[in-house]
């Protein structure tokens, strides 16, 4: 039998940097039998591997639908990550994958839908946003709510200027220090929750970010009527299998790599912002 | 299934039994001071009138006149090891001149192979160790392969040690289920008992006589009196509602100043499963071999994500050492992940108790 963590190999075929430290891999499985049987949801991860080096979870950022090429948006952080920045088209490296539950898209359809995310550029829900702007009739109206420390941490500026101007939706952006010529809130982005226009009873959150930031949004949108089934947050830990095996990404009753990483809030409430779990 | 006598030296006709049978055995011996599990293919090899004395922080040998080969309780390992390597290679990536990787599958073939004298706990760990490496989203194969020719002889314990409270978990004294074969000692041989088709077809072989009604009683007795000797015990077989609603109990401070946070229990305790992966590169750089290693919720690298050790220190590692075995399991695997060895009481080196510590914590006052 085939090992369920024998990597494949990939190709990159193009290098995105989108900040100084953050950066895209465009990528190609060399097998087409592979890539062409190669299917993913937004918001499950897969564990990418630099020779010789080691194997990091990275969150897929690319529409299910584009089937030429896979993206990843990493930032070099760690040995790992590091190393992958070096990647240029045509350098290989081993994918396996994709893990893990994504984001709740079906109880989306036909609700007011809010995204909230902090700390720099949130990967995960780039992809459901992206996912929402390309299927737009499906979904009612989308908040965008992003909090970044320095104004230099939003990444994809023009994109937050282009979702802005589209029908029915809302972008709310805050950084704590300001800057000349920054156009958005300065302050804390739990300041913005009262200009959120949606129905609170009806709607569906999806967030990712540092869970201090995830907390306070919760405590701002749960007394406004959003239900605790309806508010997913996506969870890191570290992970070392990603199969459910090494006992690393486990917190209480769950294995964040198999039985996540998008949970509902219902589902980590026992938990919740307690240190060390 | 009708009980046999194997009178003390048809042992070793097991043993030969097994070996014909194409089985590479291991059993227990005594050596540097302690029972250590290894290949075993002469009866003599195995520990004689040994008793193991066990406190918190300590395990002492000390050899009695008895000619009995089980009078002990347990060693640092038993099965953990041969199902669940300490340290094996999952896949061997090669790159090649031409810079292309290609990634091998180090899988071997196991060989079947025969353990001697695994006690109830062991038993009862292994079907916990079965459920989380064979029965969740993603079987393990290395460990599927060596699970699968296993032969197990276990020994029903008639000589707990003072750390042992298996009779408290529920998984203990007597070897219940989940064996091949199941041996009661006497001072003159064995009651066999088969517990499967391969166990039935080796027993088959050893032309045994009944077992007389006397004999049947002394093993029952001597199994009764090794469940009324133990006096720890942990307060309930479910403290998963008792430990969260105690998250903030001042026992947690207290315990975390004297553990060294060494993770020494964790890698005798014969239920623990973490592990962790790297990456071991050849010096000329043309292969790296993906190696799984055991790993302990005690290190400092466990819960490192990002530049940020999410349990940087002792207090948390102990609660979560301590809430996950005897509370999330409950989640997670239908059960506490305690089955009472009491080897992570000996074996530490402060000589920190789990259930004083569990009795500490969930007994009284709520901290929540
Ligand atoms: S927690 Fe301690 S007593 Fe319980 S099974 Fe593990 S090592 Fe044995
Ligand atoms: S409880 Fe004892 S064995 Fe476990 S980490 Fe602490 S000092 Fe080591
Ligand atoms: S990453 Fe190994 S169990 Fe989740």
Redesign the pocket.
């Known amino acids: 039998m085939t090992s369920p963590q024998l990597p494949w190999e990939a190709e990159v075929v193009e290098h995105v940097q989108e900040s100084p430290t953050i950066f895209t891999l465009r990528l190609r499985f060399t097998d087409p039998e592979q890539h062409a049987a190669y299917r993913f949801a937004p918001g499950q991860f897969n564990m990418l591997y630099l020779y010789g080096v080691g194997e990091v979870p990275i969150s897929i950022v690319s529409d299910p639908e584009d089937v030429q090429l896979f993206d990843h948006t990493i930032r070099a952080v760690g040995r790992v990550t590091q190393g992958l920045a070096k990647l240029e088209a045509g350098d290989r490296l081993g994918i396996r994958g994709p893990y893990g539950k994504g984001w709740p898209l079906e109880l989306a359809e036909d609700r007011d839908i809010m995204i909230v995310t902090g700390g720099l550029g949130c990967a995960p829900v780039v992809s459901v946003i992206n996912y929402i702007m390309r299927r737009r009739d499906r979904f009612r109206r989308l908040v965008i709510m992003q909090g970044v420390k320095h104004t230099d941490d939003l990444i994809w500026h023009s994109q937050y200027e282009h979702w802005s101007e589209q029908p029915e939706t809302q972008v709310l952006v805050a950084a704590d220090q300001g800057t000349a010529l920054w156009p958005w809130h300065v302050g804390h982005v739990t300041d913005l929750f009262d200009q959120v226009k949606i129905d609170f009873g009806t709607a569906l959150a999806m967030m990712c970010g540092p869970e201090g930031l995830m907390k306070a949004a919760a405590d701002q949108l749960l007394p406004r009527g959003m239900k605790e089934e309806h508010l997913f947050l996506s969870m890191e830990r570290s992970?070392?299998?990603?199969?459910?095996?090494?006992?690393?990404?486990?917190r209480g009753s769950h294995?964040?790599?198999?039985d996540g990483p998008v949970f509902s809030f219902a589902d980590l409430k026992p938990l919740f912002g307690v240190r060390g779990f | 299934m009708e009980t046999g006598f194997l009178p003390r030296a048809g042992l070793q006709t097991l043993l030969d039994t097994l070996l014909d049978a194409g089985y590479r055995c291991i059993g227990p011996q005594l050596r540097d001071g302690a029972i250590v599990y290894d290949a075993l293919a002469h009866a003599e090899q195995l520990p004689r009138g040994a008793r193991d004395h066990q406190a918190p922080g300590s395990y002492r040998i000390e050899t009695t006149d008895s000619s009995r080969h089980f009078t002990w309780a347990n060693g640092p390992q038993a099965l953990k090891p041969f199902l669940f390597a300490p340290r094996e290679t999952l896949w061997r990536a090669e790159r090649r001149d031409d810079h292309t990787i290609h990634f091998v599958e180090t899988l071997n073939t196991s060989t079947p192979l025969a353990v001697i004298g695994a006690r109830a706990c062991d038993l009862a760990a292994l079907r916990l160790q079965d459920q989380h490496f064979l029965e969740g989203l993603n079987a393990d194969p290395f460990y599927r392969a060596r699970r699968k020719n296993l032969f197990i002889v276990a020994v029903h314990c008639s000589h707990p040690a003072d750390t042992c409270f298996c009779a408290s978990t529920g998984d203990g004294p007597r070897a219940e289920q989940g064996f091949d074969i199941a041996l009661g000692e006497l001072d003159d041989g064995y009651l066999v008992q088969s517990g499967s088709d391969h166990g039935a077809a080796i027993v088959a072989k050893l032309n045994l006589s009944s077992a007389t009604e006397a004999q049947l009683n002394q093993v029952g007795k001597e199994i009764e009196a090794a469940a009324k000797s133990q006096t720890r015990n942990l307060p309930s077989r479910n403290l998963r509602e008792a430990l969260f609603a105690n998250l903030s109990h001042p026992r947690w401070e207290q315990v975390a100043e004297r553990c060294l946070s060494c993770g020494n229990c964790t890698s005798v305790c014969p239920t623990c499963f973490c592990h962790s992966e790297r990456d071991d590169a050849a010096l000329g750089g043309e292969n790296s071999e993906h190696v799984r290693e055991w790993d302990s919720c005690f290190t400092q690298g466990h819960s490192y994500i990002h530049g940020v050790t999410l349990r940087d220190d002792t207090h948390k590692r102990y609660r979560q050492w301590l809430t996950h075995k005897l509370g999330s399991w409950h989640d997670q695997y239908g059960r506490s992940g305690c089955v009472g060895c009491g080897r992570c009481i000996a074996w530490c080196p402060v000589g920190i108790d789990i259930t004083e510590e569990a009795g500490a914590i969930c007994a009284g006052e709520r901290h929540d």
Do not use: D, P
């Not at chain 1, 992970?239 to 486990?250: E, P, R, S, T």
């Not at chain 1, 294995?255 to 198999?258: D, I, L, R």
């Open positions: 992970m070392k299998c990603a199969v459910g095996l090494c006992g690393h990404c486990q294995f964040v790599c198999k």
